[in-house]
Nanobody, 125 residues
Framework: VQLQASGGGLVQTGSSLTLSCAAS????????LGWFRQAPGKDREFVAA????????YYGPSVKSRFTISKDIMKKMITLQMNDLIPSDTAVYYC???????????????????WGQGTQVTVSS
């Protein structure tokens, strides 16, 4: 699968922003799609994921209650609605595809096998 992320930008603290990720190619073997982020000098951080089959969603602790992930199977797309943005949300956000299995598929680093190009989100104070 190929992934194309879009929607980043520069916003102020407390603002909202929506990221989108469009998938192309075969998606029948996907466990799910998700978002990661990486700030300068920091490790990559799991943000959110949506199971490709079913309605299960997963969030990283720092974004839970502020971010919402959604999916459109027909369009092969996921969206990340980010509310109440704070400066520590500043990072490059990457869309990724997971080909794992089991209830903890999203926790398996090696199963995140396809990545989009990244989109910059900057939150000013």
């Amino acid at each position: 699968v190929q992934l194309q992320a879009s929607g980043g930008g520069l916003v102020q603290t407390g603002s909202s922003l929506t990221l989108s990720c469009a998938a192309s190619g075969r998606t029948d073997s996907l466990a799910g799609l998700g978002w990661f982020r990486q700030a300068p000098g920091k490790d990559r951080e799991f943000v959110a994921a949506f199971a490709w089959s079913g309605l299960s969603t997963y969030y990283g602790p720092s974004v839970k209650s502020r971010f919402t992930i959604s999916k459109d199977i027909m369009k092969k797309m996921i969206t990340l609605q980010m509310n109440d943005l704070i400066p520590s949300d500043t990072a490059v956000y990457y869309c990724a595809a997971n080909y794992g299995a089991g209830v903890n598929w999203y926790r398996s680093d090696i199963d995140w096998r396809a990545w989009g190009q990244g989109t910059q989100v900057t939150v000013s104070s």
